[in-house]
Each structure stands twice: as C-alpha cells, then as structure tokens.
C-alpha cells in the first residue's frame, strides 16, 4: 500500500492576525506583521505539518487535499485514510491483461464513518474486477479534508495556537528547564480527532 498526496492544501489552517493575536506580538507603527512574522509562519507550518495528512499524529486531513491510495489488489472492502472523506474522485485498475481500466460510479459506493475513515465496497451485487498481479495494481483517487479553515473544529485550530505559542516562546530544543513534549492542553484538545 502507498499514499501519495496529488494536491496539497491552500491557505492556512490559522490565520496569521488570530495567531498574531494569540501571541501578543507587537505590531510597531501601524506594521500589519511582527518584525518575526517569518519564524510564526515556520512555526505554523511546522504544527500543521505534525497534525495533519499521513505523517501527521491526527491521521487525517486538515484543509482540503487530494491523495492517491495505491493497492496491490483489490480486497472486500478499501478504507480510505486521512478522514473526513470528501469525495472518491475515481478508482483506476490493471486488468489481468495489462489495460488501464476505470471503475465506473456506479460500481461501488462510499459508507461514510463520520469522523473514521469511509470504507468502499462494490455495489450492491457487483464485485471488484480481477487485476493483474503486479504493485500498485489498483489506485484510489480522493479528496478529503474539512474544507476551508473556518470548518477544521477549533480544538485543533487551539492546540495549533498552543503550540505555535510555544515554540515562540521557547526558541531552543532546551532552554534549562523541564519541558513537556506538547504545551499544556495540546494532547487533550487533539485526543477526539486522533484516528488509530
């Protein structure tokens, strides 16, 4: 199995002015950005990137973004990563005679979880088509994510907050005191929206 992103996600999950405010940061003159306006937007990024999309610790899309989950073979039933689910944007095969082949729509169907990742199975009285025995025979492509940032619950836009904060504050891996690996509160304002 591989996950490949197609298409990141746009836009910031927090807006630079919420996180400016945030910190208390200083806008000098009438500035409309702090003087390390730089350093809080890696910071962001570093944040979201720990939260979101495969090798985020939610295991699951922040802003919407398209991915490609890639199969050896089709098996009863595909769960798809990275939830909310958006759309299956389409499933593409290898048939057993080296073709590259579409599922159409109507042979298989989405069962929405909620906050867990959807699951697709074939239509009611279909099955998946053979494949030819080769990696990555069978790709899913989706789209998933909450949508724009004002639809990512806040918890996670807070523990986003938190930990941007944090790490303005406390600049170094080690500053000669005891430091928690995530700022107080992040853990428990991310704990419902971690998928297993």
């Avoid at 495969?54 to 009863?76: C, H, M, V, Y």
């Amino acid at each position: 199995m591989a996950l490949v992103r197609t298409e990141a996600p746009s836009g910031d999950v927090v807006a630079a002015a919420d996180l400016y405010g945030h910190l208390r940061v200083d806008l000098i003159g009438g500035a409309t950005a702090p003087d390390d306006a730089n350093d809080i937007a890696a910071f962001l990024d570093s944040a979201v990137g720990y939260l979101d999309g495969a090798s985020g610790i939610l295991n699951r899309a922040l802003l919407t973004q398209k991915w490609e989950l890639r199969l050896d073979r089709f098996g009863p039933c595909i769960e798809i990563p990275l939830p909310p689910l958006q759309s299956v944007d389409e499933i593409r095969y290898i048939d057993t005679a080296g073709a590259d082949q579409t599922v159409p729509p109507v042979g298989y169907r989405v069962i929405e979880n909620g906050e867990m990742p959807a699951e697709v199975v074939p239509a009611y009285g279909a099955s998946w088509p053979s494949v030819l025995s080769t990696p990555q025979a069978v790709t899913v492509a989706f789209t998933c994510g909450y949508g724009a940032a004002e639809d990512v619950p806040g918890p996670i836009k807070q523990a986003i907050k938190l930990m941007v904060g944090e790490w303005h504050k406390n600049r170094e891996a080690t500053v000669g005191q005891s430091l928690t690996e995530l700022p107080l509160g992040v853990k428990a304002l991310l704990a419902s929206f971690r998928v297993r």
